[in-house]
């Protein structure tokens, strides 16, 4: 009992360490953002002798025609509707394949199954020359589109597992209580399934913000690019890099994706889904 | 009734998605639409800072010259680049006017992407090297794609590390000059080292030093090997006496930073004074030091009695316009413009190295915009480059990774100089023959 506080504080200093190890990259993104080429690269100490302050500015100020603000917004035009379709999509059709009794449900679930197996290189070629044909490159809709028709299998077989985990009685309940089976989803299914719904939010937030390599293939225009492109828009192996800009824009690209996370933190332990049975 | 309740719902909300979706963007990449004479090009490129915006500058001024054509920049980083333009040139959704990599016309050249160059009328030829069009733009006795400056194999030196460390630099570096300048700067100070190469540099080494020795490429065309196993004793011999007396960093060390070399901490705090490099990483290897610290360049390293020098120049990056394009007149004059008018050229000056085309780099020596070592660079390489190229066997990946397997195991010690060779070339002959079968 008297050797608690000790104990105590023995562990807070070993999370406290482990968690300055877990971040010290992000420390070192932050600080590297004021330095100069030579000491990001020269020295491996945090600190530097000689700090530069106007990389935040000439960083945000871009490249040539276009900054990082045209890059920020055309970010959230992207991601916003891809986020919300995504969702949107996944839970509709996720409650089908985990409720209902369809013919070729199992057939069609396979299929559906396989396509996460599917590697994107495979069906790169031929999603470019379908969206060529429809004229939407060097637009958004390659990206909107098909996440308003549940293409994510991943977050589909995401949903469908969580939904699995509620019990039927709750449907049968509100079936008798006067639900038909779509308000049985909108009032009683989906409250419960905040957590996962945030989770595919989240997942999908940060995998299209930071998605570099279908952005690059479907979008040509440099008005049009999002952030991970205009990261990226200086590097090259025969040029001198400015990295002071580049981390500090990086600083910039990862914060909306760090605070969202912390602002949707507590849906994630929130909701425990069987409570609903209690009574 | 629930039923439909839920196709119902379903429906409504597919189809909201869809038109939400539809109205998010619009316009499409069309290239070369007309509108009362008004003519837009899409030039695509990839380079940095410099480069964009210099060339914007350009494209800006272009507009005075030909009022009726729009140039529609699409620029961005190395990364990506050529995936994307391969991913165009298969849907023939590719800009007008491409900037392209010299590694990767052979795969391209394959099928007819590209305008014939040599028949258009607006594009003058007269003022490239003839040579450095047959060797780098005919393809399939086609003129595809011309250079947009030119590159040199070059010594990169630190200049003030290399005074202070007390190493020449207005001497010709030979194999033993070299060797004996880096074991006496290891000796003085075991942290120090006179050259910085990763595997990459080491295998281009080894074949220079083959080269130089023998006259002829190491792996022929005609899937045999242009060394004897005594060549190769005596290449392999050199580098691992010069990595045991610390001449080159070591490789483990070195090849932490394969491809970003400028990276690399005994580079950045001035403890090795030389690199051997294209002529283009100049500005990137230059750019980690502070201002008062002059780099300059200097020959590659030939041998005395070399049978040839080895010295290779390579365009920086090609233009090509494509075969698709709906006004290949306008994309012709612009190139021309591009490649070869004064304005263009004092504007542009070195983002693309120094110009290929004479009258160019006059234009841009004359407006000061040339970096003077990468001048000197490209002047030497341009004087002491013999007809020798590589040929596509002896880049084949296949066949280098076998190089690349033999020179890793001595420069690493793990076998000696005659293991090395004899590996080597058992290696080598194996996989020849292997693709000679495969023709």
């Known amino acids: 009992m008297r050797s608690e506080p000790r104990n105590k504080w023995l562990s807070y200093l070993l999370l406290i360490l482990f968690g300055l190890v877990m971040i010290y990259p992000l420390i070192w993104l932050f600080v590297s953002s004021f330095k100069t080429n030579q000491d990001i690269f020269g020295s491996s100490r945090l600190f530097a002798d000689t700090y530069v302050w106007d990389s935040y500015k000439l960083g945000w100020q871009g490249t040539g025609l276009y900054g990082f603000d045209t890059f920020f917004k055309n970010t959230l035009i992207l991601v916003i509707p891809v986020v919300i379709f995504t969702i949107v999509s996944s839970v509709i059709v996720a409650y089908g394949f985990a409720r209902f009794n369809f013919p070729l449900k199992t057939l069609l679930f396979s299929l559906m199954m396989a396509t996460l197996m599917l590697p994107d290189a495979t069906i790169l070629i031929p999603r470019y020359i379908l969206f060529n044909e429809l004229g939407w490159l060097d637009t958004y809709l390659p990206f909107i589109v098909p996440a308003a028709f549940a293409t994510s299998a991943f977050f589909i077989y995401l949903m469908i597992q969580f939904y699995r985990g509620l019990p039927r009685d709750l449907d049968e309940s509100a079936t008798i209580d006067g639900c038909n089976s779509f308000t049985i989803l909108t009032r009683v299914l989906l409250p419960l399934c905040k957590p996962a719904i945030f989770s595919v939010g989240l997942f999908q937030f940060m995998w299209t913000w930071n998605d570099f390599f279908n952005s690059i293939i479907y979008i040509s225009s440099v008005s049009k690019f999002t952030v991970s492109l205009g990261l990226r828009l200086s590097l090259d192996a025969s040029s001198a890099v400015s990295w002071n800009q580049v981390l500090a824009m990086s600083v910039v690209a990862v914060l909306p994706c760090i605070l969202l996370f912390f602002l949707a933190q507590k849906y994630f332990v929130e909701g425990i889904s069987t409570t609903g049975l209690k009574g | ?439």
């Open chain 2, 1 to 439: 009734m629930r039923k439909q309740w839920w196709t119902g719902s379903l429906a409504v909300v597919m189809s909201a998605a869809l038109i939400a979706g539809c109205s998010g963007g619009n316009g499409t990449a069309g290239s070369g639409e007309d509108n009362g004479g008004q003519v837009t090009l899409r030039f695509s490129w990839w380079g940095g800072d410099g480069r964009h915006q210099q060339t914007l500058e350009a494209i800006e001024a272009y507009k005075q010259v030909a009022p009726n054509v729009r140039i529609e920049p699409e620029y961005q980083g190395f990364d990506g680049y050529e995936q994307k333009v391969k991913t165009q040139l298969a849907s023939s959704t590719s800009a007008d006017i491409m900037q392209l990599d010299v590694p990767w016309m052979e795969d391209l050249t394959q099928s007819d992407f590209f305008l014939d160059l040599s028949d258009q009328s607006e594009l003058s030829l007269d003022e490239f090297d003839a040579d450095f069009l047959t060797n780098f733009s005919t393809y399939n006795d086609k003129l595809v794609a011309l250079p947009s400056g030119v590159n040199a194999y070059a010594l990169v030196i630190n200049k003030t590390a290399a005074d202070a460390l007390g190493v020449p630099t207005d001497i010709e570096w030979d194999w033993e000059t070299i060797y004996e300048e880096g074991k006496k700067l290891h000796e003085r100070d075991s942290s120090k080292h006179l050259l910085l190469a990763d595997h990459g540099v080491l295998m281009q080494d080894f074949n220079k030093f083959l080269m130089q020795r023998t006259g002829e490429q190491w792996v022929q065309e005609d899937y045999t090997l242009g060394f004897t196993q005594e060549d190769a004793v005596a290449a392999l011999t050199w580098l691992d006496e010069a990595m045991r007396a610390g001449v080159y960093q070591p490789l483990g060390e070195a090849d932490l930073f394969y491809g970003k070399t400028e990276q690399n901490p005994k580079w950045i705090n001035q403890e090795i004074a030389m690199i051997s490099a294209m002529s283009s990483t100049l500005l990137p290897l230059r750019s980690v030091f502070p201002e008062d610290v002059e780099v300059i360049t200097a020959l590659p390293v030939i041998a005395k009695d070399a049978k040839d020098t080895a010295v290779q120049v390579r365009p920086s990056q090609l233009y090509a316009i494509s075969a698709k394009s709906q006004h290949p007149e306008e994309a012709a004059a612009f190139l021309n413009w591009l490649l070869h008018d004064a304005e263009a050229a004092a504007i542009l000056g070195d983002v693309r190295s120094v110009p290929a085309s004479s009258a160019a780099q006059q234009a841009a020596v004359d407006a000061g915009k040339i970096d003077p070592a990468i001048a000197r660079a490209v002047e030497m390489g341009l004087a002491n480059a013999t007809g020798l190229l590589d040929n596509a066997l002896s880049t084949n990946s296949e066949v280098t990774s076998i190089l690349q397997d033999s020179i890793e195991k001595v420069a690493f010690g793990r076998a000696t100089p005659e293991q090395g060779a004899t590996e080597l070339i058992a290696a080598l002959e194996r996989k020849l023959s292997d693709l000679q079968a495969r023709q």
